[in-house]
């Protein structure tokens, strides 16, 4: 059994989960009122973390580099372990054990109705749905620590933003929603690191006539050194993937025969690009436009310079 490192998780970043978390689909399929309940019943159980076995390549590097992030970073948790598969399998038989554990895995391959392929997921171990999954935009012979850093801190600022909405009065909105305006403010004091493979030619002219603060037009190293580091004062950009899980559908076969079942995969519904904190890992500001077109494996979506234009305006 392990005791995380810390348990304050601040709520400067709950509005901004919330919507983050609208395109998605298990939003869509589970509604608000669940996600929440489930949410704040995460929070409340032992979290099981479940390590690779050998369906994936590079397994027992992948398990250091989790355990690892785990043990730096997980703050939802007091009590939490790691285990294997079958032992998951094991507990999730036994019906009293099952409801008085959550769980965190990752998943090369995708369930219909469920998850998609290459996410981290988090649930219920009595739930056969799991509550909510995200993304890791790499392919899995090149992951990194912060590629999993990442993606783990995702999924807890969505847990921690659904858990505690119940609790929110009319004046806690108010109050959040000036700490937000707060934290997009406060990107002014820090050197923002915007990703090169999203900016064209247009955006450059704009930031070096336009934007007033400190900035730099990085590769994704660089980005993931800060993110590493935890580096004070800087902030950085970087995109999400809201993707649906696969599902199954009926169609009738073309010449009249009977009607066969069809699984469709894994669909992406959109890419978010947000500035983070390099600190914190808390999401500052999410731009307005999300995009649609993605290569799987390396986010490779241009912004547009309008979407910098509302960053400016909002600063100033």
């Given at each position: 059994?392990?005791?995380?490192?810390?348990?304050?998780m601040?709520?400067l970043?709950t509005l901004?989960?919330?919507?983050?978390l609208?395109?998605?689909?298990?939003?869509a399929?589970?509604?608000?009122?669940?996600l929440?309940?489930?949410?704040?019943?995460i929070?409340?159980?032992?979290?099981?973390?479940?390590?690779?076995d050998d369906?994936?390549?590079?397994?027992e590097q992948?398990?250091?580099?989790l355990?690892?992030v785990?043990?730096?970073n997980?703050?939802?948790?007091?009590?939490?372990?790691?285990?294997?598969?079958?032992e998951?399998k094991?507990?999730?038989?036994?019906?009293?054990?099952?409801?008085?554990?959550?769980?965190?895995?990752?998943s090369?391959?995708?369930?219909?109705?469920?998850f998609?392929?290459?996410s981290?997921?988090?649930?219920l171990l009595?739930?056969?749905?799991c509550?909510?999954?995200?993304m890791?935009?790499?392919?899995e012979?090149?992951?990194?620590?912060?590629?999993?850093?990442?993606?783990?801190?995702r999924l807890q600022?969505?847990v921690?933003?659904?858990?505690?909405?119940?609790k929110?009065?009319?004046s806690?909105?108010?109050?959040?929603?000036?700490?937000?305006?707060e934290?997009v403010?406060?990107?002014?004091?820090?050197?923002?690191?915007?990703?090169e493979?999203?900016v064209?030619?247009?955006?450059?002219?704009l930031?070096?006539?336009?934007?007033k603060y400190a900035y730099?037009i990085?590769?994704?190293k660089?980005?993931?050194?800060a993110?590493?580091?935890?580096?004070?004062?800087?902030?950085f950009?970087?995109a999400?993937i809201q993707?649906?899980?696969?599902t199954?559908?009926n169609?009738?076969?073309?010449?009249?025969?009977?009607?066969?079942?069809v699984r469709?995969?894994?669909?992406?519904t959109?890419?978010?690009?947000?500035?983070y904190?390099?600190e914190?890992?808390n999401?500052?500001?999410a731009?307005?436009?999300?995009?649609?077109?993605?290569?799987?494996?390396?986010i490779?979506?241009?912004?547009?310079?309008k979407d910098?234009?509302e960053?400016?305006?909002?600063?100033?």
């Open positions: 059994m392990h005791l995380a490192k810390s348990f304050t601040k709520k970043t901004l989960a919330l919507v983050l609208i395109s998605t689909s298990t939003y399929q589970m509604g608000m009122k669940k929440m309940e489930e949410s704040k019943e929070k409340e159980r032992i979290l099981l973390v479940v390590l690779q369906e994936i390549e590079n397994f992948f398990n250091t580099t355990k690892s785990i043990d730096n997980w703050v939802l948790h007091e009590d939490y372990k790691f285990i294997s598969r079958e998951l094991t507990l999730r038989k036994n019906k009293k054990e099952a409801k008085n554990h959550a769980y965190l895995m990752y090369s391959y995708a369930v219909v109705n469920n998609p392929e290459s981290f997921r988090i649930g009595d739930k056969k749905i509550t909510h999954f995200q890791i935009d790499s392919d012979d090149t992951f990194n620590t912060v590629d999993i850093l990442f993606t783990i801190q600022e969505i921690t933003g659904l858990a505690d909405y119940k929110m009065s009319k806690d909105f108010k109050n959040i929603s000036k700490k937000q305006a934290q403010q406060a990107i002014k004091g820090k050197t923002l690191l915007i990703d493979d999203i064209n030619d247009k955006t450059r002219k930031l070096e006539s336009k934007y730099k990085v590769s994704k660089e980005i993931d050194n993110i590493a580091k935890k580096e004070k004062d800087v902030a950009t970087k999400i993707a649906s899980a696969p199954r559908s169609k009738r076969n073309t010449l009249g025969g009977e009607a066969i079942t469709n995969s894994s669909s992406i959109a890419i978010i690009h947000s500035i904190d390099a914190t890992g999401a500052i500001y731009f307005n436009m999300p995009k649609s077109k993605v290569v799987l494996g390396g490779n979506s241009k912004m547009n310079h910098f234009e960053l400016i305006d909002a600063l100033d």
